[in-house]
């Protein structure tokens, strides 16, 4: 199984100071004619002379992603969803969806990919941080993100997880795949009512922020992740919750991200967030061991309910 060390990779990268990836000898077939895709703004900058996050995150050895789930199951594709990162590392067409996800494989510097599958070629806009993407059926753009910003002003190339922008909804033509983070498998399942768990991506370590922003975000308290996600559920106009656990007394720390700023929950906080778009929702997601909230955010389709059980035959 390859062995993705990907810390060592970007101390390299960012001590070139964002010149472009191709220069460094990772693969690049950016440029493409038909084929713009806007990266989520600028990566973080400013510190860059300590972008190396204090040497820990050179020491982080991830085993393939891609590789991992297939094995286990659970190759991540996100239908009608386009994710990107905060640098592109390819931007061109491919025979196919298998192809472009191989690819992201092969490629050290690969976070997530998105594939055009839309024959009449895909367009997306009013992301966060200004990230779009308009371009031909057929291709794949590989991603990275660069810099994520804790709480203390540090700026580090490792989340432990990936931090991306994305927008899904029924127009959005692109299958996009993304760096699955192992959580420990032991943990048990969140418990939330069926039908919410048919209509939200519901995981531990995941923090969103939609397009009016985390303060626009509209708080309560909640005693559990069934009593916020259900919160959301029952609201048309939420897209997305963020819980931070209500036993998390230190309060849920959340790193920042290309346009946003690191910010912390309480405990106990629920989130409820929607984007006024009604064609798609748009997000700012972070993915991240080191994150202790639990978050939710609509599908696209929402997963068919299994038939209500029929009436118990009366006794005779
Ligand atoms: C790097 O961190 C040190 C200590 O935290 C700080 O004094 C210095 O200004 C930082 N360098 C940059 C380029 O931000
Ligand atoms: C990343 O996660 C692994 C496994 O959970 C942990 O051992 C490691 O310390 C984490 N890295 C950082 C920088 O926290
Ligand atoms: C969540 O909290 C509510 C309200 O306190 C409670 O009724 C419910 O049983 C709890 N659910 C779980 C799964 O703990
Ligand atoms: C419904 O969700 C929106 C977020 O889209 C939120 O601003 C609003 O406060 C929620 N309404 C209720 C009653 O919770």
Not at 87 to 99: C, G, R, Y
Not at 154 to 181: C, E, H, Q, R
Not at 301 to 312: K, R
Request: glycine share 10%; charged share 15%.
């Amino acid at each position: 199984m390859r062995v993705l060390a990907r810390g060592t990779a970007l101390v390299l990268l960012l001590a070139c100071g964002y010149c472009a990836i191709g220069a460094m000898g990772a693969p690049s077939g950016g440029g493409v004619i038909g084929a713009q895709v806007t990266p989520g703004a600028e990566p973080i900058k400013g510190s860059q002379g300590n972008v190396t996050g204090g040497g820990s995150s050179s020491a982080t050895i991830m085993t393939d992603p891609w590789v991992d789930s297939e094995l286990s199951n659970l190759f991540n594709r996100d239908d009608k969803t386009f994710a990107v990162g905060d640098t592109i590392v390819f931007n061109d067409k491919v025979k196919d969806l298998e192809s472009c996800a191989l690819k992201c494989n092969l490629n050290d510097y690969c976070e997530m990919f998105a594939f055009c599958a839309d024959a009449a070629g895909c367009s997306v806009s009013g992301m966060m941080c200004g990230a779009g993407a308009t371009v031909e059926s057929g291709t794949c753009v590989l991603s990275m993100y660069t810099a994520v910003k804790s709480n203390d002003g540090k700026i580090s190339d490792n989340v432990n997880g990936t931090a991306m922008l994305g927008a899904t909804g029924p127009k959005v033509g692109f299958v996009s795949g993304y760096y699955y983070v192992d959580t420990d498998p032991g943990l048990p399942f969140l418990e939330v009512p069926l039908a919410v768990d048919a209509t939200f991506n519901i995981d531990r370590h995941t923090f969103y922020a939609l397009p009016a922003g985390i303060g626009a975000a509209t708080t309560s308290k909640a005693a559990n992740v069934s009593e916020c996600a259900s919160a959301c559920y029952a609201n048309s106009t939420c897209d997305a919750f963020v819980y931070c656990p209500a036993d998390k007394a230190e309060g849920c720390a959340v790193a920042g991200y290309s346009c946003s700023e690191p910010t912390t929950a309480a405990a106990g906080d629920c989130l409820l967030q929607g984007d006024v778009n009604s064609e798609q929702t748009a997000y700012l997601k972070i993915d991240s061991s080191l994150l202790a909230t639990i978050s939710g955010i609509r599908k696209a389709v929402p997963d068919d309910l299994p038939a209500a059980a029929p009436a118990p035959a009366k006794a005779a």
